[in-house]
């Protein structure tokens, strides 16, 4: 009976790099993917350009029970590490908007430097093969469609439940059930809202219209870019405050956030415009016809001062009760997942099981939108691929 130093479950981004590390450092690595190729999740990712970190990661860009669990990992394997990959490959890379950087051409790139580093380190990735179960007794036992792998460790690679139509399965919260884990509710994150039948019938017809706008709710705050839709908002704003809320919570809309009545009216006795004429340089005209404020629509001179800042707190302070989201369909991450209470911070390695592994999205570590989730699957796969190599 063959036995391996560690088996990989998943060839996604936190499986690969984590198989890497662990077979660089001499270990004998098996991955196991049920699809038919690796990082499915990768190729689709940045509009297909692969937003593939951040300038800047830390903890404090992460969601968790736990907030601090993520410190460790992501101080000791941080973005110039893996630029410093990604450059050694020749991939050209461009920084968009807030720190965020992408591929100048396919993500595809991303997934060949990370099977090509697997193949350099020897490690054995096995597609179209699905688990059907994890056993322990000296060593980890996994049986799978295409016969069993006997392992002196397991890494749960596995994923969320985001995107089913790529093959996303609850595999690694089944088996960290199964070890006893606590766990995390799993949420869909970084989704679309929706809202009620009143909503879609006022706003659905500005669908496909984008505005600048600062949304928040829970003391977090996002400034990017929001956009309508047929069902209710999404956007990269909307995006980042769905990881914050639940259902039936109300989030505050800023349409105009640069804007005070000084700014943008430089003589209230000579201008002579409607407000909405002037909002029409920020905002388009639909949504102000939308919005339907009365005060908007007077001469500025002709209305009282108080009135003019009132309709702009309005449009500062915008607030709707989103009625749920586009679920796990439309999000790019789960939120929630293996409690990190029984994960060492350090290593990924459960503090109940010895051996077993759990690294990127399967572990309650959800980052912001703009490269962070996959910096953690970077961090928290080199953690637990150097500890395994270590033995």
């Known amino acids: 009976m063959t036995i391996v130093d560690v088996c990989v479950l998943g060839a996604g981004a936190a499986g690969l790099h984590c198989a890497a590390h662990a077979g660089a450092m001499g270990k004998s690595v098996v991955v196991l993917e049920h699809n038919d190729r ?213 989030i505050t809309i800023d349409v105009v956030p640069d804007v005070t009545l000084a700014s943008c009216v430089a003589s209230l006795p000579a201008e002579k415009r409607h407000m909405s004429t002037i909002l029409h340089e920020i905002l388009p005209q639909r949504f102000l016809d939308e919005w339907n404020d009365p005060t908007l629509h007077r001469a500025v001179n002709a209305t009282p001062k108080k009135d003019l800042e009132a309709a702009l707190e309005a449009l500062h302070t915008w607030s709707v009760v989103p009625k749920g989201t586009e679920g796990y369909a439309k999000a790019e991450v789960t939120r929630g997942g293996v409690d990190t209470r029984s994960l060492s911070s350090k290593t990924m390695e459960s503090t109940i099981v010895d051996g077993l592994f759990f690294i990127g999205e399967v572990v309650d570590v959800t980052g912001w939108l703009g490269g962070y989730n996959f910096q953690w699957a970077w961090s928290s796969a080199v953690a637990a691929g150097k500890e395994i190599g270590k033995r």
């Open 38 to 250: 690796p990082g499915k999740k990768i190729r689709i990712s940045g509009g297909g350009r692969c937003n593939f970190t951040n300038r800047v990661v830390t903890h404090h860009n992460m969601l968790s029970a736990n907030p601090e669990f993520a410190r460790s990992a992501l101080a000791r394997y941080t973005p110039d590490d893996f630029i410093a990959l990604v450059d050694a490959y020749g991939i050209a890379w461009h920084e968009k908007k807030l720190g965020q950087l992408f591929c100048d051409e396919s993500a595809q790139l991303i997934i060949d430097m990370l099977v090509s580093e697997c193949h350099h380190a020897q490690v054995d990735i096995r597609y179209r093969t699905s688990v059907q179960t994890v056993t322990k007794s000296d060593v980890f036992v996994i049986t799978t469609s295409a016969g069993e792998v006997h392992a002196r460790s397991v890494v749960v690679a596995t994923g969320g439940l985001s995107i089913p139509s790529l093959g996303a399965s609850d595999l690694g919260y089944r088996i960290a059930a199964q070890f006893e884990h606590p766990m995390i509710p799993l949420v869909p994150a970084l989704v679309p809202l929706t809202f009620d039948a009143s909503y879609e019938h006022r706003w659905s017809g500005l669908s496909g219209i984008s505005v600048d706008a600062r949304v928040s709710a829970h003391g977090m705050n996002f400034r990017e870019n929001l956009l309508f839709t047929h069902r209710g908002l999404s956007g990269p704003a909307i995006l980042q405050i769905s990881s914050y809320i639940d259902p039936g919570e109300a």
